[in-house]
């Protein structure tokens, strides 16, 4: 199996410091990741499985106080599964939506851990392809959890902020277009994975 997975921080233009009450923010981060299956056998090779994904998830934030701080993202994503086999499902996920999170961080220097807590709605949909015949399935995904992390000052104006959810709850629904019939997914527990990687990395310009 080959993966190639790439991923890097957006930055905004604004101005002043970290973690400043009154003071706004914005950052996020964008992601990208190809896993490729291939079975060989001697003298015989032959690609199996590639599945892509890609992720863009834009934030804005304030601080009420010096340690508390609220904001918003906005999450775009997709996936595309290709079995490259005849007959094989090829399936394609798109979602979009938002995450509220509150964050309290501790200390005053340049590294700051937090705890902080997230709630992610993400509609979508998902349509799988065999030959000329596709179906589609309307998706909705709500998460809720609780996570710690840190933010690290590197510059005046420039921080890194890195977050590991530990304590979360994930409902996913699915239902096929033009149908009532419903299939839902939950997952709670010790790191759920409600709200995408279990470990995300952003880096933030505050106003």
Do not use: C, H
Not at 29 to 36: A, C, E
Not at 65 to 89: E, L, R, Y
Not at 118 to 143: H, M
């Amino acid at each position: 199996m080959k993966k190639i997975f790439m991923a890097a921080a957006i930055m905004g233009i604004v101005t002043s410091g970290m973690a400043q009450k009154d003071s706004w923010y914005v950052g996020g981060n964008v992601g990208f990741s190809s896993t490729k299956n291939k079975y060989e056998n001697r003298s015989t090779s032959v690609d199996r499985t590639k599945t892509t994904s890609w992720a863009f998830s834009p934030e804005i934030g304030t601080f009420l106080t010096d340690n508390w701080q609220v904001g918003v993202g906005f999450n775009i994503g997709g996936a595309k599964s290709d079995p490259n086999t005849t007959g094989g499902t090829v399936s394609t996920t798109t979602r979009y939506g938002g995450t509220l999170y509150t964050r309290y961080f501790f200390g005053s220097g340049a590294f700051r851990p937090f705890l902080g807590a997230n709630a992610t709605v993400l509609p979508g949909k998902i349509k799988n392809t065999v030959g000329n015949t596709s179906t589609e399935l309307q998706s909705f995904n709500f998460g809720i959890n609780g996570n710690a992390g840190f933010a690290y000052a590197l510059s005046k104006r420039v921080t890194a902020v890195g977050s590991l959810g530990v304590l979360g709850f994930e409902q996913t629904t699915n239902k096929a277009k033009g149908s009532d019939v419903k299939n839902k997914t939950s997952t709670f527990g010790l790191d759920a994975n409600s709200l995408g990687n279990r470990f995300t990395i952003g880096v933030y310009y505050t106003l």
